[in-house]
């Protein structure tokens, strides 16, 4: 992985910016205007498993086929990955909501807990997959670059599947899910 870094512009005179990068209540409100797609990071090691609820998975590259996450090391989820090297990413409709609250860890859930109430189903690549999602994806780790609080992991993408559903993706907006339908 390249990092490019450009240099800085000077700043303008007329600074429209609300509130300084010390105040972080002020960037998690703006940051809240963003909507994003949930997804479920899936990852196991030997017959432990876990995962997590993410907004933040990108389409990084189309040849080779790479999804780009960001997961937080401090995610019970980072050492199982970090060690095996393996992910899914389980793209969910509305329908799964269900499924997102409880890899967020909703009413104290944790582990393998999150993974009752619905079918999962193992891959040839050991990747957890929930076939009801509307896309899943089992990838291998390409790269992470740890900045900060988080681990960027690049994905080589293994295996990608979509059920061809109708359904509405899950969005996750001002802290709330919803639906999206055309």
């Known amino acids: ?3 490019l870094r450009l240099p800085k512009k000077p700043q303008a005179a007329a ?9 972080p209540q002020a ?15 899936t990852a196991s090691r030997g017959d432990e498993r876990t995962g997590l609820t993410v907004t933040s998975v990108i389409s990084l ?3 080779p086929p790479e999804l780009l996450v960001s997961v937080n090391q401090n995610s019970s989820s980072w050492p199982f990955i970090k060690e095996t090297g393996y992910f899914g990413v389980n793209v969910l409709s509305a329908e799964l909501q269900p499924v997102a609250e409880r890899f967020s860890g909703k009413g104290g859930i ?12 193992r891959d040839r690549h050991g990747v957890w997959l ?9 990838c291998k780790v390409e790269d992470i670059l ?24 899950l969005s996750y907006w001002r ?3 919803g639906g999206f339908s055309l």
């Open 1 to 3: 992985m390249v990092l």
């Open 15 to 23: 600074d429209t910016c609300a509130a300084s990068p010390g105040e």
């Open 27 to 41: 960037f998690r409100s703006a940051m809240r205007e963003l909507a994003g797609g949930v997804s479920v990071i």
């Open 61 to 63: 590259s189309l040849d």
């Open 110 to 121: 944790r582990g393998e807990q999150r993974y009752e109430g619905s079918p999962w189903q």
């Open 130 to 138: 929930l076939p009801q999602a509307l896309a899943t994806f089992s």
């Open 146 to 169: 740890i900045h900060r609080t988080h681990a960027l992991i690049v994905g080589a993408v293994l295996c990608a599947h979509t059920q061809g559903q109708e359904n509405g993706p």
């Open 175 to 177: 802290g709330r899910y």
